[in-house]
């Protein structure tokens, strides 16, 4: 039995019964047209670890600090794009790729950008609003981009960034001594009250109305904008949102923010996917974004007290369900195994809703989205993204490692070149009289991604630095807003009880 595809939830005892059937044999992948050597896993991860580095050197735009969504294509900057790539910069410097001062001038640059850019409720010309920023920004002007939202999410991971520079630039120099001012200038004009869903005046449709924070606002949307439908509740990547929102020391929410917002129905969201018991989320963004800058290893807050483990935890169990699912390979897609598999936001052919049939069974091909495997929902079309397993490296690098190593000789500079993993795969879309726009598609060896993509890029490079040194997470165990908003959230144990609080706090 099968377990279908696409978007529509699935009832709990069809993937019971279908993670309980017999393992189907995964079908081959043909070899690629080229093929890399192999080589040890020292030198793979070091390699990986450079190339995606350059992605963010040599893309990221100096004069206003605008890190691409997406390469080469490059239609606007993403600011979550850009606090991976002020987080890049450290690495870079740390791992002598770059010197550290030239990444302390291009990070005060970045800085100076973002605090100067103009801020204000305008429907065009602003970069942010209330100290938060636009999802996408134009590459002319650093302005906002179409009809894009003021997002809570991207904001924080640009802030992520920023903090991280904060804490890393630590010496008494005319410019690490501008960029922790400037962070923190720019921390602290975030106004996190703000984006309560309370001053909305219309509902949210996934909280009920409660304090939680608003995925977005849109300025052109009825007298003094709107902050849409939708807000941060439930397992997802918007913790780091609420260990932000609480941390500020001049506009913080309240902990009802979290307690009656995000972690207030987790009970739901928790469930077993092929033998793993944990926080579901079928994307692996969800599981991997926060951890880039905090280390919830041996910390808990008060639900994950009551099951005994910590995120960090829940996050490798997640990693292993997908592995699972990759080597059982239910829907006899091509090329899965148990080295090649992962599954999350990305590129892919685009859509073709039952035009094509792979194995004899009518597929559904879909564009960019989040793709993802858990009890609740399965969303795969047969595309692999390498920074599911990427950006899970220090969750479980007995697996995600090899995964990595296996998709670079498996389907050689088709996938991996220049700057590390391009995008997606797809083994099983050989259907060249689609012309895929988002990718090249070969007859034998399938659709491959014509893009990098920024926040893709972006935890292959933070995780694969976290595993191999634990640069970002000990770095940012040292920032007191980090503690802060840990702390007012209920997070304790590990390193956290050992954490100093600010002068004054």
Known sequence: MSVPIGASLLPL????????????????????????????????????????????????????????????????????????????????????????????????????????????????????????????????????????????????????????????????????????DLAEKIYRRVDWTFVQRENSSIPSANSGGRKAIAMGWYPERGEGGDFGTHDWVGYNEGMLVYILALGSPTHPVGTDAWEEGWAADLEKDWGSYYGQEHLQFEPLFGHQYSHVWVDFRGIRDAFMRGKGIDYFENSRRATLAQRAYGADNPNKW???????????????????????????????????????????????????????????????????????????????????????????????????????????????????????????QGPILAMMENHRSGLVWKVMRRNRHIVRGLKRIGFTG???????PAKGE
């Open 13 to 180: 005892a069809t993937l019971i019964a279908a993670c309980a059937a017999a393992p189907a044999p995964s079908a081959p992948v043909p070899p690629a047209p080229a093929v890399l050597a192999p080589m040890s896993e020292a030198a793979f991860t070091e390699e990986l670890t450079e190339r995606t580095f350059r992605y963010f050197w040599d893309t990221t735009d100096t004069k206003r600090c605008l890190a691409p969504d997406r390469w080469p294509s490059n239609p606007f900057s993403s600011i979550a794009a850009t606090g991976f790539a002020l987080t890049a910069y450290g690495i870079g410097a740390e791992r002598g790729y770059v010197t550290r001062e030239a990444a302390a001038e291009r990070t005060r640059d970045c800085l100076r950008f973002y605090w100067t850019a103009p801020q204000g409720p305008a429907v065009t010309g602003m970069t942010g609003h209330k100290g938060f920023f636009y999802h996408f920004l134009n590459n002319e002007d650093g302005t906002r981009r179409g009809k894009t939202e003021l997002s809570t999410v991207d904001t924080s991971l640009l802030l992520g960034g920023v903090l991280f520079a904060q804490s890393y630039y630590d010496r008494e120099t005319p410019v690490e001594t501008e960029i922790r």
């Open 334 to 456: 091509v090329g899965y195994s148990a080295d090649i598999w992962g599954w999350t936001a990305s590129d892919g052919p685009g859509y073709s809703k039952g035009r094509y049939s792979v194995n004899g069974t009518p597929r559904d091909f879909n564009g960019y989205m989040a793709r993802g495997v858990s009890a609740i929902r399965v969303v795969d079309d047969g595309t692999i993204v390498p920074t599911a397993a990427g950006g899970s490296i220090p969750f479980a690098p007995e697996v995600t490692i090899p995964a990595l190593m296996t998709m670079r000789t498996t389907f050689g500079p088709r996938l991996y070149t220049r700057y590390g993993f391009k995008d997606a795969i797809n083994p099983s879309f050989t259907f060249t009289d689609f012309g895929s726009k988002s990718g090249e598609v070969d007859p034998v060896h399938g659709w491959v991604a014509r893009d990098y993509i920024g926040i893709d």
């Open 494 to 500: 590990g390193w956290l009880d050992q954490a100093q």
